[in-house]
Structure formats: structure tokens, C-alpha cells
């Protein structure tokens, strides 16, 4: 269904190249961001109190094509197992539609490479943007040991969103290294969460609807999506091509990331001046950063449901914010007890729902 090698090969192809540097200043900020991720780590773990099987081991840090890389390979392992079961259900009935025997065949041959160039296209795009990440889903350890995630830097991003913002070159990368080395904490220290969020997306790519009208009614969708993002209006792909069960498996999947994003806003900003001295006009320059772009730019945004994971950061460190102001961090971080202590759409909205249902009213003094 999605020939990966074309996905590389567009993705690498396409993407920009970064920012011009030397070969030593290069080797330098590679250096730099690896001590920095060992240094964040420190501090995420003594300001959140997360410290349940965190990887001592630093941030991988790769440039624009390592990164389209890597994430094909995730992507191979979470969607391969579950496109052999979307072909079982699909049995041979679209393609008899199409031909069937060996035309349906080509058909799903070339079908495979379309699709491999869109995820490479995708990929090329989002390349350019993306400070770092956790990545969640990796490919088979060849010395037998049971993979695990591991902290990815984009090196060319952060150097050309620092040159961008005209800020200090170390508070900045220990900055970005706070908020990803704080997503490392989170699925390392909370041994449910990884599971939790594999099963939510299998379960919504499961729940795809495959009948051929169903599709086409799709596809129609899609073409109002473009058109209304274009508009600069609020459509964007991942709503045009849910069915009704998927948006309830993406309102939670949306809850638990939202929390994750948030979480990690808040701790990059909290851990304090004395560590990012310029903290607060980073912040400022990079919040300006995220709202802007050309028109072509906003529109792949709305799209792609970049916006709405903006929305996520903002809405996810307030809920952070208001629990922590609240009731202290040790009780906040009973969020990471199980998935019934997440929170719900609801409850990020009105953070007094999550403290009142998992924490509990305090109780009145007594009276003498």
C-alpha cells in the first residue's frame, strides 16, 4: 500500500538543504546538542520528579534526510503489520474492481509508489520544521534486545530557527533539548504510555472505513478540505478522512498528546532563568515564529493539522499549569498513573474536573 522506498527517496529528494555552515562549525553543534540532551535530562528529572528508566545515553542528532529516514522506519514498523490486515479485510474486491488477476496488480503496484510519494512530500515539508522528537517506534535491535525510543535533535532546524530568532545559540538548544528530553521522561518513566498510544493508533487505522463508496465520499472531503484551507478556513486532511468511530479513538489519542505537548511547553519554560537566562524572550520570538510563515505556508499547516497542534501545545501547558498552581507537581504527576488518570477533552478545558475527579476535593478542616 505505501512503497517506502519511494517515500525515502522523494522525501530525501525534495527536502531543502539547511543552513550553510563549516564542516567544524557542524562537528561543534552536533557536540554541543549531544552534552546539552545529558545536561536537559538532569534537569527535567529533578524539576518533574520523572526518573523511572530514563536512557542516560544522548540525543541522536541527524540532519534533514537522517530525519525523513527515520521516521519511514517507524512508520514501517507501526503500519506494515497493520496494512497486512487492512489488505486481509480489503480481500481482492476493490482491485477486482479495478482489473483484478495481474492489472489490479500493476494497479496496486503503481498505487504503492503515489502513495509513497505523497508520505515522501509530506515528509520533505514537515523535514524543514521539526526541532527534534521522541521516537516512539523503531525497527528490531539487531543484537536481540527489545527496542526502546530514542531522543532525535534536527540539527539544521535548530541551528536555522536560532539564526531566525537572533537569540542566544546555548539557551536556545538547552531550551529544545528541556522540552524533548521531557517527552524521553514521560514514555521512559511511564511504562503503559508507549502501549497506550501504539493501541489508539492501531485501533484508528483499523477502524478505516473501505468501502469504495465510502472512499470516494472520502476523497470528496478531502477536495473540501483543500479548498477550505485554502479559504483559510479550519479544514484539514485528518478531519476530511475520519470516519465517526475514528474521531472518537482521535479525541483520546488527541488528549494524551495534547497532555505530552503541554507537558513538555511547560517544564521548557519552568525549569527556570537561572538555567535559560533568556528563557522569557526566547519564548516570545518563538511563539511569533509559530504563528507566522507565507500564505502557502499557514495553508499546509491547516492542512496537515499543524494548527491544531499548536492548539495542543497551548491548551496542554495551560491544563499543566493550572493542575501544578493548584496542587503541587507530586500530586500532577498522578496524570501518569494509568489511562483512566488522563485527562479528557473536558478536563484540559477546565482543569478543576481533573483535580476534583483523580485528586480529590481537600477536605475542610474540622472544627474545634
Known sequence: MIDWNVAVQTGTRLVR???????????????????LSRIAQGHVREFTGMDGGLDPSPAKVVDRPGWIKANVDGFRVVLEPLMEQLQERRGGGMLDGLGGGAGGAVIQAVGSRVTGAQVGAILAYMASRVLGQYELFLPPDPAGRAPTGRLTLVAPNIVSAEQELDVNTHDFRLWVCLHEETHRAQFASVSWLRAYVQDQMTAFLLAADLDPGALLNRLRDVGEAVADAVRGGEGNLIDAIQTPEQREILDRLTAVMTLAEGHGDYVMDAVGPEVVPSVAEIRAKFQHRREGGSGVDRV????????LKMKQYAEGSRFVRAVIE???ME???RVWTSPNTLPTHAEISDPA?????????PELPSAE
Do not use: C, I, T, Y
Open 326 to 328: 493548584q496542587v503541587g
Open 17 to 35: 538543504s539547511g543552513p550553510q555552515v563549516s564542516p567544524a562549525e557542524a562537528h561543534q553543534v552536533v557536540a554541543e546538542l549531544r552534552d
Open 331 to 333: 500530586q500532577f504527576n
Open 353 to 361: 474536573l481533573w483535580v476534583n475527579r483523580v485528586v480529590g476535593k
Open 300 to 307: 499546509m499547516r491547516r492542512l496537515l493539522g499543524l494548527d
